[in-house]
């Protein structure tokens, strides 16, 4: 915290993302959501008596369908500055509303913070290119602050895909056009 503060440019942290899934040991089945809002508000409280006002906080979510409850893991307003949410189009048949509509609403039930995608991917075999203007659409009429791309090549199965744009110039072309259309 210290070190953050002494760096003095804007930082944005995060911490302990995707929280409402099962695969990390601060998250659902794991760690109980009171003692995950505990260690979140320490953190934030440890970072501000250290004065490091440079900080706003990034409070990641993943995809809410088939996971726990988001409200539940929810540190409080004066906690977050933004929110995000980890999601990925993992089938031909998925879109912008069924990927991320559902996360978006129940992030809106919570809170007015602003959003942004923290985390996404659309895998190589499922039309990539076809999909790509339909995210950056998505982001501009959901008024979301913009998005991380997840650009990395995996091979284990369904959801860990070929997320990869660099070496598809027909997904290249869609993403560069979306952008000047969309978010420039």
């Given at each position: 915290a210290r070190a953050v503060r002494r760096f003095g440019h804007p930082v944005l942290l995060g911490f302990a993302h995707e929280m409402n899934g099962f695969w990390y040991p601060w998250g659902w089945k794991h760690t109980r959501p009171a003692v995950f809002v505990r260690a979140w508000r320490h953190v934030v409280t440890v970072f501000r008596r250290a004065g490091a006002s440079n900080v706003s906080?990034?409070?990641?979510?993943?995809?809410?369908?088939?996971?726990a409850p988001v409200r539940e893991w929810w540190p409080g307003s004066q906690y977050v500055t933004w929110v995000a949410m980890d999601c990925y189009y993992v089938q031909r048949t998925d879109t912008f509303a069924k990927v991320f509509g559902p996360t978006i609403a129940a992030l809106r039930r919570i809170t007015s913070k602003p959003e942004l995608i923290a985390e996404t991917g659309i895998g190589a075999d499922i039309g990539r290119a076809a999909k790509i203007p339909g995210l950056f659409a998505g982001i501009r009429a959901r008024h979301l602050l913009?998005?991380?791309?997840?650009?990395?090549?995996?091979?284990?199965?369904?959801?860990?895909?070929?997320?990869?744009?660099?070496?598809?110039?027909?997904?290249?072309?869609?993403?560069?056009?979306?952008?000047?259309?969309?978010?420039?």
């Open positions: 906080w990034l409070w990641v979510v993943n995809s809410v369908t088939g996971m913009g998005l991380v791309y997840y650009d990395k090549t995996q091979h284990n199965g369904t959801y860990h895909q070929d997320w990869q744009v660099d070496y598809d110039q027909p997904a290249m072309a869609a993403f560069r056009s979306s952008i000047e259309r969309y978010l420039i």
